[in-house]
Nanobody, 122 residues
């Protein structure tokens, strides 16, 4: 199994910043992709940002220029720096990884964290 532990969420005023962290552990040979999703009340879960092993990134249009995703391959960690926060960024943020569990694995495994709440309010 793969476990993901997120941290860094909280209450912040509009315009503020947070840094979300996610640590992956367990049966992992390599992590193909890491990313962050979010789900606001009454809305579907949506991709926020993702990053490949080589460092290629992809962002939702709504967060481009404000959020930055990064990863530490040696530590199996992914980060999301969130700046210039807006009330509409309020959501539960979920860490997501796609892993190979063994060198000869034919299939990848998707794993999700438990979520960390980000509330943007004055």
């Amino acid at each position: 199994q793969v476990q993901l532990v997120e941290s860094g969420g909280g209450l912040v005023q509009p315009g503020g910043s947070l840094r979300l962290s996610c640590a992956a552990s367990g049966s992992i040979f390599s992590i193909i992709a890491m990313g962050w999703y979010r789900q606001a009340p009454g809305k579907q879960r949506e991709l926020v940002a993702e990053i490949s092993t080589g460092g290629s990134t992809n962002y939702a249009d709504s967060v481009k220029g404000r959020f930055t995703i990064s990863r530490d391959n040696a530590k199996n960690m992914v980060y999301l720096q969130v700046n210039s926060l807006k009330p509409e960024d309020t959501a539960v943020y979920y860490c997501h990884v796609i892993v190979l569990q063994t060198p000869k694995a034919r299939n990848t495994l998707d794993a999700w964290g438990q979520g960390t709440l980000v509330t943007v309010s004055s």
